[in-house]
């Protein structure tokens, strides 16, 4: 299996300061079809979770562009740019290249 | 536009079963697999494994086989997800969530065991 980790694990921010998430994986993302399959998911207290950013790097619709994803191979990022009050959640990452999809354990984020 | 709307909190006795139904709407329910995943109180997101809508295949994750089973029921574009012989240990929300993509998930449904 897949086993993805993600750091740091909890994460304390200043509204309209930056924030970074890292992602890590135990193997290559990019798929033999030449995708990386690699998504970020955040869930909100008490609320499901819901797609933020697919494949690395495209934000799903209506994602606020202060939020950017990057990386490649077994090596990921997540970036706001600032964050807002909104944005206290918790972060996933997750693999889906290969059987069985597996989640990183979650970034919490909140505000100072 | 495209939803998943699941049914809602369960109380069940250890040793019981239970069924927890995913209805879609807004799109062809077979183009797109469904996949199950848990979230035990306070914990992450755990995949359960999927089901292919088209043809029914499920595929289940490690530790979900046996007591677990996925079925459909197309002509109500609503997916299944069935345990038995519940334990303690199976408190969680379980939600659905559409294809690869996993998008859109259920609002979650709280199966709760206790005697």
């Known amino acids: 299996d897949i086993v993805m980790t993600q750091t740091p694990l909890s994460l304390s921010v200043t509204p309209g300061q930056p924030a970074s998430i890292s992602c890590k994986s135990s193997q290559s993302l990019l798929h033999s079809d030449g995708k990386t399959y690699l998504y970020w998911f955040l869930q909100k207290p008490g609320q499901p979770p819901q797609l933020l950013i697919y494949?690395?790097?495209n934000r799903f619709y209506g994602v606020p562009d202060r939020f950017s994803g990057s990386g490649s191979g077994t090596d990921f990022t997540l970036k706001i740019s600032r964050v807002e009050a909104e944005d206290v959640a918790v972060y996933y990452c997750?693999?889906?290249?290969?059987?069985?999809?597996?989640f990183g354990p979650g970034t919490k984020v909140d505000i100072k | 536009q495209v939803q998943l709307v699941q049914s809602g909190s369960e109380l069940k006795k250890p040793g019981a079963s239970v069924k927890v139904s995913c209805k879609a709407s807004?799109?062809?329910?077979?183009?797109?697999?469904m996949n199950w995943v848990r979230q035990a109180p306070g914990q992450g997101l755990e995949w359960m494994g999927w089901?292919?809508?088209?043809?029914?295949?499920?595929t289940y994750a490690q530790g979900f086989t046996g007591r677990f089973v996925f079925s459909l029921d197309t002509s109500v574009s609503t997916a299944y997800l069935q345990i038995s012989s519940l334990k303690a240990e199976d408190t969680a929300v379980y939600y659905c969530?559409?294809?690869?993509?996993?998008?859109?998930w259920g609002q979650g449904t709280l199966v709760t065991v206790s005697s």
């Open positions: 494949e690395i790097s």
């Open positions: 997750m693999q889906t290249k290969q059987l069985p999809f597996t």
């Open positions: 969530a559409r294809a690869r993509t996993f998008d859109p």
């Open positions: 807004g799109y062809t329910f077979t183009n797109y697999a």
């Open positions: 089901i292919n809508t088209n043809t029914g295949n499920p």
